[in-house]
């Protein structure tokens, strides 16, 4: 059995790469590792990386791997748990979190070729565990969406309005999911290729549609990231109508790992402490005191009632990104 996950990159950070993953680098800037596979060769829509954002690397494994029994994505530094036997801390936002990448964190992942079939044999699709947004204070999907940061909640309407009119079963499964508290996010999946082509063949057209209603090119640089936004939770729309059209459907879940400090910095510290610098040192881990204090940030930002998260919204949203 193939299985082709690939992992995407946008900037330098430490490579996950081999026979059952494979990084990708979207977007154009320079090569940020010696012949990385890119998404602007072949067929492809890497024009689009700022609003498409990962979905540039998922249109790439479309349509120019015509090998591979199942093809995932993930990221960078939001990554797939496949072992069985090891298990992590899941916080509020339903990520497993790591300080760095470490040769143990690696095996851990269980990455390898063996790995990552066994745990796809015999399924039709992996996806991150479930989260439910309700531990963020937000009583649906809608609302979590209508409070994200460089999100639109017309647009995420505006789905709905296209599916309405082009795929009208997909209707009530929209209502249900965004309607509900509980989805897979970030993107991440494994899919048998044909489960892959029929998911790959909406959502695109979807996406394609929307991108003629939704005033996209005129949003700030981070809002119009809105169609990889938006596709997150229409990846739970179209799952759940998939599972009823194809009652036999099998889904397994992972838990997702998100690498706080994805940098090889980190890793060479992480890795082998007492080769590296004390400025050098030093810079990692002012990076991980920063993200500290974020994630305390977060955690104090989802107990003020909804109704006046609106008001300081921009205030914390500057404050996060000057930490990021």
Known sequence: MGVTIYCVYHKKAHLISGSAVR????GNGNNI????????????INKKNESYCE????????????????????????L??????????????????????????????????DG????CLGVDMVLPNPWDVKRSGYSSLREHYRFGDGQHVADLDAARAILLASYPDFVSHYDRVIGGSVASFNNMFVMRRAVFEDYSTWIFDVLERLEAIIPWRSYAPVDRRVFGYLSERLLNVWVSWYQSAHPET???????????????????VYANPRTVGRQFAAAVVLRSVKNHFRRLLQRVYVHIPVGIRLRVRPYAVNVLRALL
């Open 23 to 26: 990084a990708i680098q979207v």
């Open 33 to 44: 590792a010696p012949d990385i596979l890119r998404d602007n060769v072949l067929t492809n």
């Open 55 to 78: 979905l540039t690397a998922h249109y790439w494994a479309w349509r120019n791997d015509s090998t591979s029994d199942y093809i995932g994505l993930m990221h960078y530094r939001r």
């Open 80 to 113: 797939f748990l496949f072992a069985t036997n090891t298990s992590f801390r899941r916080n509020r936002w339903g990520f497993c979190v790591v300080p760095a990448f470490t040769h143990a964190l690696l095996s851990q992942l269980n990455l390898s070729v």
């Open 116 to 119: 990552v079939s066994q745990y």
């Open 250 to 268: 099998i889904i397994r879940y992972a838990d997702p790992v998100f690498v706080d400090d994805p940098s090889e910095e980190a890793f060479a």
